[in-house]
Each structure stands twice: as structure tokens, then as C-alpha cells.
């Protein structure tokens, strides 16, 4: 297949290009142009024949117009995607999510690829106490950020309904594994534990969280591929569930940290911080997908890609 890959600098859409280029398909990649520490996720394939590159901007229409002429398949996962930040400032948020969204679906309404997937998050349901969204429950968006892709999900069912354009969306979890930004909670808890350091955690560190190795997230699209039905949402979960300060512990435990814990309190660094999110991937499971790195041998794994690799962080 020819797949259009959007946001391939980004520590998701990268490890899709570089997974579906291993499968022997053909990747077009399209991303803002970046630092060289994005560029540096997409090293091992650039020059492979099967991957063209593409740098452009989603909220440019003139960038995008002719973007999937020629594609079978298109992957968004062009996204801006930090809560705090959009909490600061949410307007690049509504142009990339929302705006950007908007310019590839009237792309694929004129050139008509085979299937569309756009990638979303859990976050568009906001908080849940006890039980798990499913993929027919209500929007509740939190902030600006989870605002902004509800928005871009629903302009995609839109176009699946109005112009009968095959899209599928997905929303996963809270993603981690090698090349993930250094700001993000993961890599920053490593970082922190390898040096000995301070760990700083939000709140009282009792925020629960799903967590998925990017891998896993790979494989459920390319699986939504092949056994998606053009319409759908799907849930990508590995349904393993806890709380931030037990991922701590469980890093602390790996790197032998020294470590001592620090929490910050969130109130006024993020507003309406949501107590915890939780989906069931039970959809997507009828379909044959299911986790190949569960958390404890993900997390050992991820831990160790960062410890070999302290560069990243100073990229």
C-alpha cells in the first residue's frame, strides 16, 4: 500500500513510518517542518526508496490541496498535543487539530483514498471514577487540547456520513516508549531517576492513567487496516491501569534510583486536570488485535531504549 503518514516527526506518526516501511509498504510522510531531534526518529528510513518526505504545514491548504493524490491509505497523526500547552495558549491548537483536520479531509474528498484514519486520544471523554468509556459514550472534553480533537473527530464523521468518505478514528491512551518528547511524563520520571534527581509529580501522584507501548498502537492500525470497518471508532487500550505514582515507583525500582519523590501542586499548572481517563478496548479485540508489551515488560524496555540513548534528551 501507499500510505500517507501526517506528523511522521512525531514520536507516534515515526514509529508507524518506520514499522509500515519494514512491511515493505510505501510511506509518504508529511510534517511541519522541525528541530533535528525530530528529524532524528525517521533516520533509519529516510533514504529508504520505499519513504518520500514531504514537509508542509496541515493548516495550509495550499500545503495540503494535493497531498493524497495517489495514496491508498491516509494515517493522520498530525497533532498538536500538549495539555499545558494548550492551556496557555490554545489557538495553535484549534489551527493544527481542528483547521489542519479540515484541509487533509477536503485532500482525501477530492483524490478519494481507499481508507482514512484519524488518530485521536481518550481525553475527548474527560474524567471517569469507575467503569470505562466505550466508543458510544458522550463527548466531555477538559481542555483545550482534548476540546480541539473532539472537534477534528467529529468533522471526520462528518465526512464519513455526508460525502461517504471511508474514515475510520481512533483513540488510545497515554502512549510511551523510545523517541517520545523529553518533556512528557516518562522520559522526563527516567531522566530524573537515572540522575538521581528529584521526580516531580502533578497533584498527589493518584491521577490514573492506561498505559500502551507505541508499538502496540502501531500494530492496531495496521491491523484496522486490514479488518476496520470504514464508519467506526475504535479504542486502542491495553486496559492496564495506574496510578502516576506507581509508574514512578516502577521506574525508580528498574534504575535503582536513590530518587526522592516531589509532588507539585497542579491547580494552577493544570486546571481541571482530569482525576483519570479509561477505555475499553473490547471492539477492537473481537478483531484479533491484543498487546504484545504489557507495561511491566514495556515499561523494563522503554526505561533501558532511554538510558542507552541519554542524547535524545539534549537534542
Same mark, same amino acid.
Given at each position: 500500500?501507499?500510505? $500517507? ?20 509498504? &510505501?510511506?509518504?510522510?508529511?510534517? *511541519? =517542518? ?11 528510513? /529516510? ?8 514537509? +508542509? ?7 495540503? #490541496?494535493? =497531498? ?22 490554545? !489557538?495553535?491548537?484549534?489551527? #493544527?487539530?481542528? /483547521? +489542519? ?22 481525553? /475527548?471523554?474527560?474524567?471517569? %471514577?469507575?467503569? %470505562?468509556? @466505550? ?6 472534553? +477538559? ?9 477534528? @473527530?467529529?468533522?471526520? =464523521? ?25 518533556? !512528557? ?28 507501548? /507505541?508499538? @502496540? ?6 491491523? $484496522? ?57 473490547? !471492539? ?13 515488560? +514495556?515499561? !523494563? &524496555? ?12 539534549? *537534542?
Amino acid at each position: 500500500m501507499r500510505i $500517507l503518514v501526517t506528523g511522521v516527526y512525531g514520536f507516534i506518526g515515526s514509529n508507524f513510518a518506520r514499522m509500515a516501511i519494514e512491511l515493505d509498504h &510505501q510511506v509518504v510522510g508529511f510534517s *511541519r =517542518l522541525s528541530n533535528n531531534k525530530n528529524k532524528d526518529r525517521i533516520n533509519s528510513i /529516510v533514504e529508504n526508496p520505499n519513504f518520500t518526505m514531504i514537509n +508542509g504545514d496541515l493548516s495550509n491548504p495550499n500545503d495540503v #490541496s494535493e =497531498l493524497c493524490e495517489g495514496i491508498d491509505v491516509v494515517v493522520n497523526f498530525a497533532a498538536k498535543t500538549f495539555v499545558d500547552h494548550s492551556i496557555r495558549d490554545p !489557538k495553535p491548537f484549534i489551527d #493544527s487539530n481542528i /483547521v +489542519g483536520t479540515f484541509n487533509l479531509l477536503e485532500s482525501a474528498r477530492r483524490y478519494q483514498p481507499k481508507l482514512y484514519i484519524q488518530i485521536s486520544t481518550d481525553e /475527548v471523554y474527560g474524567s471517569i %471514577m469507575e467503569g %470505562m468509556h @466505550d466508543e458510544l459514550s458522550a463527548l466531555n472534553p +477538559g481542555n483545550p487540547y482534548s476540546a480541539s480533537k473532539s472537534a477534528g @473527530d467529529m468533522l471526520c =464523521l462528518s465526512y464519513f456520513n455526508t460525502y461517504k468518505l471511508p474514515i475510520i478514528i481512533t483513540r488510545t491512551e497515554n502512549n510511551y516508549g523510545p523517541y517520545q518528547h523529553p518533556q !512528557k511524563a516518562i522520559p522526563v520520571w527516567t531522566r530524573k531517576a537515572i540522575n538521581n534527581e528529584p521526580i516531580p509529580l502533578y497533584g498527589d501522584g493518584a491521577h490514573i492513567r492506561q498505559w500502551l507501548h /507505541v508499538q @502496540d498502537h502501531c500494530y492496531a492500525i495496521l491491523h $484496522l487496516i486490514e479488518k476496520g470497518k470504514p464508519g467506526e471508532i475504535y479504542h486502542v487500550a491495553g486496559n492496564e491501569e495506574y496510578k502516576n505514582i506507581d509508574i514512578v515507583n516502577k521506574i525508580l525500582q528498574i534504575t535503582n534510583s536513590k530518587s526522592e519523590i516531589e509532588f507539585i501542586p497542579d491547580d494552577k499548572i493544570r486546571p481541571g486536570h482530569d482525576r483519570r481517563y479509561a477505555i475499553s478496548s473490547e !471492539k477492537l479485540r473481537i478483531l484479533g488485535w491484543s498487546v504484545k508489551n504489557p507495561v511491566d515488560l +514495556g515499561l !523494563k &524496555q522503554t526505561v533501558e531504549w532511554f538510558r542507552l540513548n541519554a542524547w535524545w534528551w539534549f *537534542r
